[in-house]
């Protein structure tokens, strides 16, 4: 763990700056978490921070397909600290029942250990937000989620298939996925649809 | 520039759709614009995406430090968004006098390209908030300009010195940069403060 600078600040509760400074330093690991898929040229492997922060675009740019009272500031927010949990728990690849298995047991562990870094009300509130976004049982969760499977889609279409090529992924494993956009966004959802149907006709999806 | 899939969604507005993935496919090269400062650990540049990613998580932490009635989703807002013009005009490095004297104009020409690929409404408001950042004359975007200065010194101070080291930066470099976070944020200034006496003491900085 990287400590932070051992510098007192006038007017400034020590203490409570300090705890904070510590979760962004911890933070920064994300940006050395890789996920399977490519950049949109296919340079090299995107990794966790720079994938959360074009979700926190994309929800913006694609906020009016969500569902009426959806609140996007939160989609935002959630989409910021969804995969903090990584950085001890790893990218854990979709389409690998094996690791999903443990998956949300060792996401469990990292989020406690990483969101109580925080000052205890920053903590809490971090880690309620994570839940949210995890449960998929509101309207900002489900779309932040939508938003969460689209992207690597795109990246996967315009990289020849990606690692859905890479991976043998079938079909069916993908509709799947596809399942989870429409749940958080009809037009989203609709749009993955035809997408898939078109990586389909390219070959880029395995018979299954 | 890379297209879209031409697929038709049912029941979605086409050629509005379509602006708004030529943008997100766009933006994706955020990726790959490579900033001077090193990662908290020392082990390569970061990307503009990762970093404008990490001051979107900043802008929250730090939220109770902004001035009372700061409206801390519109600071994340601009945020994820303030670094884009670089996808043309580049990282400009903020102690080379001779870069930033034509930033402005590549930065403006950059705008009128990239914005300008989402849907007219969008592009609208998007530019008009990259420009509020720009202009610092609002308390969102003094604040937004205020966690963007931060965050380099954190990384800097965590890397003995780094970009401060390799260019030769002096202190009244940096003072003036202080006095940029100071003005977003009283009590992150006065951190900034303690902060830069603590890396002259340890050497980090030039004399001048």
């Given at each position: 763990?990287?400590?932070?600078?051992?510098?007192?600040?006038?007017?400034?509760?020590?203490?409570?700056?300090?705890?904070?400074?510590?979760?962004?330093?911890?933070?920064?690991?994300?940006?050395?978490?890789?996920?399977?898929?490519?950049?949109?040229?296919?340079?090299?492997?995107?990794?966790?921070?720079?994938?959360?922060?074009?979700?926190?675009?994309?929800?913006?740019?694609?906020?009016?397909?969500?569902?009426?009272?959806?609140?996007?500031?939160?989609?935002?927010?959630?989409?910021?600290?969804?995969?903090?949990?990584?950085?001890?728990?790893?990218?854990?690849?979709?389409?690998?029942?094996?690791?999903?298995?443990?998956?949300?047991?060792?996401?469990?562990?990292?989020?406690?250990?990483?969101?109580?870094?925080?000052?205890?009300?920053?903590?809490?509130?971090?880690?309620?937000?994570?839940?949210?976004?995890?449960?998929?049982?509101?309207?900002?969760?489900?779309?932040?989620k939508a938003i969460d499977r689209?992207?690597?889609?795109?990246?996967?279409?315009?990289?020849?298939?990606?690692?859905?090529?890479?991976?043998?992924?079938?079909?069916?494993?993908?509709?799947?996925?596809?399942?989870?956009?429409?749940?958080?966004?009809?037009?989203?959802?609709?749009?993955?649809?035809?997408?898939?149907?078109?990586?389909?006709?390219?070959?880029?999806?395995?018979?299954?």
């Amino acid at each position: 763990m990287t400590e932070p600078a051992p510098v007192f600040a006038s007017g400034v509760d020590h203490e409570r700056l300090t705890s904070q400074l510590r979760f962004i330093l911890e933070t920064d690991k994300l940006k050395r978490i890789l996920r399977r898929n490519m950049l949109v040229d296919g340079s090299r492997r995107e990794n966790d921070a720079e994938h959360s922060w074009h979700l926190a675009l994309a929800a913006r740019v694609f906020a009016e397909y969500a569902p009426a009272g959806t609140d996007i500031d939160r989609v935002v927010e959630m989409l910021v600290l969804h995969d903090i949990v990584e950085i001890d728990a790893g990218d854990t690849f979709i389409y690998d029942p094996g690791q999903a298995d443990s998956q949300s047991e060792r996401e469990r562990a990292a989020a406690d250990r990483i969101f109580a870094l925080l000052p205890e009300d920053q903590a809490r509130s971090t880690r309620a937000l994570w839940e949210e976004f995890e449960a998929r049982g509101t309207a900002e969760a489900r779309f932040a989620k939508a938003i969460d499977r689209l992207a690597p889609m795109l990246a996967n279409w315009h990289t020849e298939g990606g690692t859905w090529v890479r991976h043998g992924v079938t079909r069916s494993q993908v509709a799947e996925k596809v399942k989870i956009i429409a749940e958080g966004s009809e037009a989203l959802g609709s749009y993955a649809v035809a997408l898939i149907e078109d990586a389909e006709r390219r070959g880029y999806l395995a018979v299954g």
